[in-house]
Nanobody
Framework: QVQLVESGGGSVQAGGSLTLSCAAS????????MGWFRQAPGKEREGVAV????????YYSDSVKGRFTISQGSARNTLILQMSSLKPEDTAMYYC?????????????????????WGRGTQVTVSS
């Protein structure tokens, strides 16, 4: 059974930093893509950053490129999102997601529909 559990959310002032973690279990990590999505109130869920199981390919949305960094933790079953230079518009519920690698290549990587498994989310609030 696939399980994804996020942690690390919180409140921060604009310009600050936060690090999110996702602990995954129940699948072979090297065969899956893992990523972060977010959803602000009244908006659709959007892809933020994705990394393939081998760690060789990374995708970022234009809105976070240069400010967020996705990586695998020292334990292969951990996904990290380092967020810096945070803006009020980054305020959202952040979700960890995973899917078999064949479903997340190229333009499919940051699309919600590509992902089969989801965590419950962790809230990030950035105040101005």
């Amino acid at each position: 059974q696939v399980q994804l559990v996020e942690s690390g959310g919180g409140s921060v002032q604009a310009g600050g930093s936060l690090t999110l973690s996702c602990a995954a279990s129940g699948y072979t990590y090297s065969n899956y893509c893992m990523g972060w999505f977010r959803q602000a109130p009244g908006k659709e869920r959007e892809g933020v950053a994705v990394i393939d199981g081998g760690g060789g390919t990374i995708y970022y949305s234009d809105s976070v490129k240069g400010r967020f960094t996705i990586s695998q933790g020292s334990a292969r079953n951990t996904l990290i999102l380092q967020m810096s230079s945070l803006k009020p518009e980054d305020t959202a519920m952040y979700y960890c997601a995973a899917t078999p690698a064949y479903r997340c290549g190229g333009t499919w990587a940051l699309r919600e529909v590509s992902y089969a498994y989801w965590g419950r989310g962790t809230q990030v609030t950035v105040s101005s």
